[in-house]
């Protein structure tokens, strides 16, 4: 009855909430901007005085760049200690004439596919942090108290690298210190709630090939000399064989297979990737031949040429060999792949390939963070999936996500902890994008889910 008694609370004060975000949502917090360092300060002032009204011992800790916001709530001793994530900064909103209305001005707007709130952070992530802490609020009003013992912390430079966190995290582990971190950075998967519980990581390089000590007149020397551009090109055409495996010897050593259970509820999903790939133009996959669409983008490693260029690519034409050609590589990593034994195998067989006058030069330190995969054996994972099925009414799954969110690898290197990784954005909601906006049922559904998963967690 006292979940029924939080979830009533919620519906009947979503305007309330919902007024709440309208003016975190007003504040320009846009981090990568220094003009905009003291609107970042009064978003975190902002949050922590609504933290404050929780009952949370909160503060505006300062870093190098924008503060961070760390409160904390003691509950019933004996219980798991949660750790919440967000971050409160947001992406610049240029360009300016793109946006249907001003970006800082918030609107509750009706769409062919319901009401949206259009704003920049609606959905990244003013709109899914504050999910968390309404959630906190309902629990409040209805028990007297918050739901046992809650970490949380609010980063105010996410969408500009991050460049204090790490440090942040190191100088105040102790006090950061939770059983579980919850991530709320996330969306859905389509219609289907989810838990993120795969991310791939990361390997970076940029080379040069050199051949020839300056560029060559290609009707004196062509025939003769290296060409580098061919070289480059030759090279990384084999990268991958004819069924798209990447070639690099032992580069699957450390790939382990997805479980069953990951696999089936893959499957279920239904994803449609011939409508994937044709929103983009494209209408063939590839990759992997022998593995599904959604493995080949969440839990396989891939070989990514990013960037290539050499010679004269200015207007009109300069018939010249070059004497070098220019790549950047990129590498996504699965399961136990290091990224610095990724690099290290890419070079070795880069270097082999290389002909008689021909030279590499590889360009900046090793840029590569580890894939971060959650231990699901543990029964909260299962607990909050089944607390998003009762909410959403539909069985909610387990998922991966192609690309990285560095601070679930980071809480497990500097914390030691597992991240929990739930949000409720959607595709379409244009993050990054002009005309940003979060679905009305999103922030609801996702107050009422984070309420549901402290009932089962907490």
């Not at 309902?138 to 969408?159: C, N, Q, R, S, Y």
């Not at 950075?185 to 940029?206: N, S, Y």
């Not at 790549?327 to 290290?344: C, G, H, M, T, Y």
């Amino acid at each position: 009855m006292t979940m029924t008694a939080v979830l009533d609370h919620i519906d009947a004060t979503l305007p309330d909430a919902l007024a709440r975000l309208m003016a975190l949502l007003r504040i320009p917090s846009i981090s990568t901007d220094p003009a905009y360092k003291p609107d970042c300060a009064r978003a975190a002032d902002w949050l922590v005085r609504e933290l404050r009204s929780l009952g949370f011992d909160a503060r505006s800790a300062p870093t190098q760049g924008h503060p961070m916001v760390v409160a904390h709530h003691k509950g019933a001793t004996g219980g798991r200690h949660l750790l919440f994530y967000g971050h409160y900064d947001v992406q610049p909103v240029d360009p300016l004439e793109l946006w249907d209305r001003p970006p800082f001005d918030p609107e509750l707007q009706d769409t062919e596919k319901g009401r949206v709130i259009r704003a920049r952070g609606s959905s990244d992530d003013k709109g899914q942090l504050m999910t968390f802490i309404e959630a906190c609020r309902a629990w409040k009003a209805v028990h007297g108290t918050l739901p046992g013992t809650l970490t949380i912390f609010l980063e105010g430079e996410e969408e500009s690298g991050s460049p204090s966190l790490i440090p942040f995290l190191q100088e105040n582990r102790e006090e950061l210190a939770a059983d579980l971190a919850l991530i709320c950075d996330t969306g859905l998967h389509g219609d289907t709630p989810a838990i993120t519980t795969m991310l791939r990581g990361l390997m970076k390089c940029e080379l040069t090939v050199h051949a020839a000590s300056r560029d060559l007149h290609s009707g004196m020397y062509g025939g003769l000399a290296r060409n580098p551009i061919h070289v480059l090109a030759r090279i990384l055409g084999g990268l991958h064989d004819d069924q798209g495996r990447v070639t690099i010897p032992g580069f699957y050593d450390r790939v382990e297979e997805l479980p069953d259970q990951i696999r089936a509820q893959w499957q279920a999903l239904a994803f449609d990737h011939a409508a994937f790939l044709a929103s983009v133009g494209l209408t063939a996959a590839a990759g992997e031949q022998d593995r599904t669409p959604l493995e080949r983008i969440w839990s396989r490693p891939t070989a990514e040429v990013n960037g290539i260029w050499g010679g004269y690519t200015g207007a009109g034409f300069k018939t010249v060999l070059p004497a070098e050609a220019h790549a950047k590589i990129s590498f996504r990593l699965v399961s136990r792949q290091d990224p610095n034994d990724i690099e290290a195998r890419f070079k070795a067989w880069f270097t082999a390939q290389l002909p008689g006058d021909c030279r590499v030069e590889w360009h900046g330190e090793n840029d590569g963070s580890p894939a971060s995969v959650m231990a699901i054996a543990d029964p909260a994972f299962e607990a909050a999936r089944h607390a998003l099925t009762e909410e959403w009414g539909r069985p909610a799954a387990y998922i991966g996500a192609g690309g990285s969110i560095p601070v679930a690898g980071y809480f497990k290197t500097y914390l030691g902890m597992d991240a929990m990784l739930i949000g409720f954005g959607r595709d379409d909601d244009r993050i990054h994008s002009p005309n940003e906006k979060y679905d009305l049922e999103s922030f609801h559904k996702g107050i009422r889910s984070w309420a549901r998963i402290l009932d089962r967690i907490a």
